[in-house]
């Protein structure tokens, strides 16, 4: 399947500002299952300089430096262009060294420190009974585990349309019974980390008319897996990722995984306008 992605991002200013640097992710990450087939990135003002980087976490990002001319709009458009090849999102094999041990999974000695970052989280006890009984339902093989929580994820909470940057606390979702794409990831999230499963938040794009909305940008969990790797969980869907999800940034903290993160020198006020259009090449 060939998709055809247009990102438009536009702040306005109040008044005329300075812009510092800017970070931008929008380049799709290396999946076995992407082939990028054009990227082009539009931005007015016309940057003084534009650098292609990696993060600390394997992002490729850009960064933005602009030149010393106020201005009072930034305008950014990215045009993507990507093959997707169908997968089997569960043909994998689990490596024997994860194991569960008093209601927790624990990972070997010389993987625990680098995953200090994904396993972080905040105790809630009602979140955590949630997921036991869950984890009993599910006979406690991983992948049938995974695959019951999304699902009871999906079908247990409204998806709704919510602007926000950052998501909802977790209890906070977890008690409302609703979320949007961010809310539900970042509580599956913790839900996941509550037993010792490292997890990470995932900002993309994905081609998926089974939700009525918010599925163009979207986000989603992986979760690692021993002898796996990264593995996709999409609860707002309820389903395993697969060849119509496009990752674009992944991080331990929601808040790394922005398009567009950068300041400007100013009192004004700023407003924002974002756009995703999504269209099928070829299936």
Request: proline share 6%.
């Amino acid at each position: 399947m060939e998709l055809e992605i247009y990102h438009k991002t536009n702040y306005t200013y109040e008044q005329p500002v300075h812009l510092e640097p800017h970070y931008l992710n929008f380049k799709p990450l290396t999946r076995k299952y992407i082939e990028l087939l054009d990227f082009d990135l539009q931005i007015d003002p016309t940057p003084a300089n534009i650098f292609e980087l990696i993060d600390a976490e394997g992002n490729t990002y850009h960064q933005v430096w602009a030149d010393d001319k106020a201005t009072r709009k930034l305008d950014i458009e990215a045009k993507i262009v990507v093959r997707t090849t169908s997968f089997n999102p569960f043909d994998f094999l689990l490596d024997p060294e994860i194991k569960p041990s008093d209601g927790k999974y624990y990972y070997s000695p010389r993987r625990k420190e680098f995953l200090e970052s994904f396993l972080s989280h905040r105790e809630y006890p009602s979140i955590k009974q949630y997921v036991d009984k869950v984890r009993v339902q599910s006979e406690e093989t991983m992948v049938s585990f995974l695959a019951l929580l999304i699902q009871s994820v999906y079908n247990g909470w409204e998806h709704v349309k919510r602007e926000n940057e950052h998501p909802l606390d977790a209890r906070q979702c977890f008690k409302e019974k609703k979320g949007s794409c961010k809310d539900l990831s970042w509580m599956v999230i913790v839900m996941l980390r509550g037993i010792g499963l490292a997890t990470r938040f995932v900002s993309g794009y994905a081609y998926n008319p089974q939700l009525d909305f918010g599925h163009e940008l979207h986000a989603w969990v992986e979760v690692l897996l021993p002898g796996s790797g990264w593995i996709g969980l999409d609860p707002s869907a309820g389903l395993f990722t697969n060849d119509h999800y496009v990752p674009v940034a992944t991080s331990f903290d929601p808040s790394l995984t922005m398009p567009v993160d950068g300041t400007f020198l100013g009192n004004a006020s700023s407003s924002l306008e974002a756009s995703v259009d999504i269209t099928v090449i070829k299936k």
